[in-house]
């Protein structure tokens, strides 16, 4: 999973409640990103971030938050907000915003964090 | 609409067997297509990246093609083996984004 870690991998919470899940990446990427994976769909991108202190709402930001405080992580926020939060969630970060002007910049993925709420 | 379609949406193939999965997209203007592998439970992991001026390239047993006039690429998976049961995701970048296609889901038996 390429210096990507997430944890934890398997978290289940009450309805209701906030849960934060953790990035952290040691591949001194400047960007990094949230995504969303349900059973049939693509991934769906929650929200980005290209630099530290600074981030950017994706396709789906809704009911999530996020920080980046340090460049190696980008924790997310399941808030009480979020409708559906029951999902397969996935990190990932390049050395540049992977959208931006490199075109071969990979986004690495990590082994993702799936939410259950009950 | 999704900007990038993905068929079959699942296949299941004997060991040993070639595959071809197709990807169409409507992504324009168009930077570049990665292909990924996700097996289950795991992040996607990059096979291999076209950029317009690609036709094909290969990955060891995996090769990929790409028609940008027609918007079509295709994985090709030869002589598969039980490790190749995943799902393949073809991602098309342009226009200072990325679309994810919904995934190729791949089942190899012996």
């Known amino acids: 999973d390429g210096g990507i870690t997430q944890s934890p991998k398997y978290l289940f919470r009450k309805e209701g409640q906030n849960v934060t899940l953790s990035c952290e990446q040691n591949?001194?990427?400047?960007?990094m990103y949230w995504y969303r994976q349900d059973p049939g769909q693509g991934l769906r991108l929650i929200y980005y971030?290209?630099?530290?202190?600074?981030?950017q709402k994706g396709d789906i930001a809704e009911g999530y938050s996020v920080s980046r405080e340090k460049k190696e992580s980008f924790p997310l926020t399941v808030t009480s907000a979020q409708k559906n939060p029951t999902a397969f969630y996935l990190c990932?970060?390049?050395?540049?915003?992977?959208?931006?002007?490199?075109?071969?910049?990979?986004?690495?993925f990590g082994p993702g964090t799936r939410l259950t709420v009950l | 609409k999704n900007q990038v379609e993905q068929s079959p949406q699942s296949l299941i193939i004997l060991e040993g067997k070639n595959c071809t999965l197709q990807?169409?997209?409507?992504?324009?203007?168009?930077?570049?297509l990665r292909w990924y592998k996700q097996d289950t439970g795991r992040g996607p992991v990059s096979l291999t990246i076209?950029?317009?001026?690609?036709n094909t390239k290969s990955n060891g047993r995996y090769t990929a093609t790409l028609d940008a006039d027609t918007k079509q690429s295709s994985l090709h998976i030869t002589a598969s083996q039980l490790s190749d049961s995943a799902s393949y995701i073809c991602?098309?970048?342009?226009?200072?984004?990325?679309?994810f296609g919904k995934g190729n889901q791949v089942v190899v038996i012996p």
């Open positions: 990932a970060s390049s050395s540049g915003l992977a959208g931006g002007l490199n075109l071969y910049n990979e986004q690495f």
């Open positions: 991602v098309v970048r342009g226009n200072n984004r990325l679309a």
């Open positions: 990807c169409n997209y409507t992504v324009s203007p168009f930077s570049n």
């Open positions: 971030s290209q630099i530290v202190n600074d981030f």
């Open positions: 076209m950029t317009f001026s690609e």
């Open positions: 591949l001194n990427h400047d960007a």
